[in-house]
């Protein structure tokens, strides 16, 4: 698990580490005061502002990620998040090829899709706006082309905190831009700027710890953690060396299992508080799942009748059935969470891979161990009741039988 966790760590900051974008504040037409590398999608942002009329002017630096897609940044005058964010987008004119640069606001029907992103004006003083290719008027709209969105607005006077927010799409269908990849670098593209300092706000370097410890803590206890006390449940009790202590190390190992998964939970209930702009539905959903089947579960315990209990059939087959199927759902929401993460194909992956592979194998080792022994046994209770093997093995030839039999 530590293995796991060093994984975790190394994959979570290795992006920030590998970018390699830069910003400047030359560009081919003006020279400006400030720059910034924005976090994610390799894009910057360099400004000069004006405290005498409040004006600013600047230039967003992206690229595109298809020949027909589009590049946009935009300002939102109330959180850093895409619903509500007056935008600038850049595209080829289906028409005539050349790059255009349109205005729209995003208002909550666009996020759902339920209506298509139509081009209208700005609610902010927006004076004026351009876009270039990066390399003239001879560069052409590629995947990677490099593009300058130009804008001068003037802000609210003593506002200097700008929530910006940018991205980038494959498609236009004629004026209207499509929805954007959902990666996580796509889903975190916006950032809080002092324009007057040239400092970012603390809210994504949070966000993104909290992210580390979230997938640590769930890879470990809903990935790990659970899967070893069912193993420790269905395979140990059958060592009779270990008399009652099987059932120790089950409870004791689900039950920390699942205290760490709630602690998991709960930093995903806040992430979801601090990025309400970002949902990831299945992934939300089934972490809900997990944690419900988690606690029901847990208070299996308190309703645990004896083994002389009528009821104690129906009990065992409601704790296998609501146990296994927390584990399952827990197992799936850890390489959901990857894909969310956007670690699809990360070392912390291939870690976590590794180690449920690995239970895998003993549990299968295991399975077919409990079989082979539950096959000779059975033999031996034919050959008993025909009278081939003595009375004396009897007895625990028996016992032992019943003892893989009962799961």
Not at 4 to 13: A, G, R, S
Not at 94 to 113: C, R, W
Not at 287 to 312: D, E, H, I, S, Y
Request: charged share 10%.
């Amino acid at each position: 698990m530590l293995f796991l966790c060093l994984f975790f760590l190394l994959i979570c900051n290795g992006p920030q580490q590998a970018f390699s974008a830069h910003c400047t504040t030359i560009t081919a037409t003006k020279t400006f005061e400030k720059c910034m590398t924005l976090p994610t999608q390799q894009a910057s942002i360099a400004w000069t502002f004006y405290p005498h009329n409040a004006t600013l002017d600047l230039v967003f630096s992206g690229s595109f990620i298809s020949p027909t897609g589009w590049v946009g940044w935009g300002i939102n005058p109330n959180s850093a998040e895409m619903t509500g964010t007056h935008a600038l987008i850049a595209f080829p004119d289906p028409n005539t090829g050349l790059l255009i640069v349109l205005p729209y606001v995003l208002d909550p029907t666009v996020k759902l899709q339920r209506s298509s992103l139509l081009s209208r004006p700005l609610d902010i003083h927006l004076r004026s706006s351009s876009a270039a290719m990066y390399g003239g008027r001879m560069a052409t709209v590629h995947n990677g082309a490099a593009v300058q969105i130009y804008a001068t607005l003037k802000l609210e006077p003593n506002r200097t905190k700008i929530h910006h927010v940018w991205n980038r799409g494959l498609y236009v269908q004629g004026y209207s831009p499509t929805i954007h990849p959902t990666a996580m670098t796509d889903l975190l593209s916006t950032a809080t700027i002092d324009i007057l300092s040239g400092t970012t706000g603390s809210s994504h370097s949070n966000i993104k710890t909290l992210k580390i410890a979230h997938g640590i803590i769930n890879s470990v206890s809903w990935g790990i953690l659970l899967p070893v006390g069912a193993f420790s449940a269905r395979y140990l009790r059958h060592i009779q060396s270990m008399g009652p202590s099987w059932f120790y190390a089950h409870a004791g190992v689900q039950l920390s299992g699942f205290l760490l998964g709630t602690i998991g939970f709960a930093i995903g209930i806040k992430l979801g508080e601090m990025s309400p702009g970002v949902v990831y539905g299945l992934h939300r959903k089934l972490g809900f799942a997990a944690f419900c089947l988690g606690g029901v579960q847990t208070l299996a315990l308190l309703f645990r009748p004896k083994t002389t209990n009528k009821f104690r059939k129906y009990w065992k087959s409601y704790h296998h059935f609501v146990g296994y199927s927390c584990v399952v759902l827990g197992v799936v929401n850890v390489f959901q969470g990857f894909e969310v993460m956007g670690s699809s194909r990360s070392y912390a992956k291939l870690a976590y891979c590794l180690s449920l592979a690995t239970l895998i194998g003993i549990c299968i080792a295991s399975e077919v161990n409990s079989w082979v022994i539950f096959c000779r046994k059975a033999k031996e209770e034919t050959l008993r009741r025909e009278g081939l093997i003595g009375g004396s093995e009897k007895g625990s030839g028996r016992m032992n039988l019943m003892g893989l039999t009962d799961h």
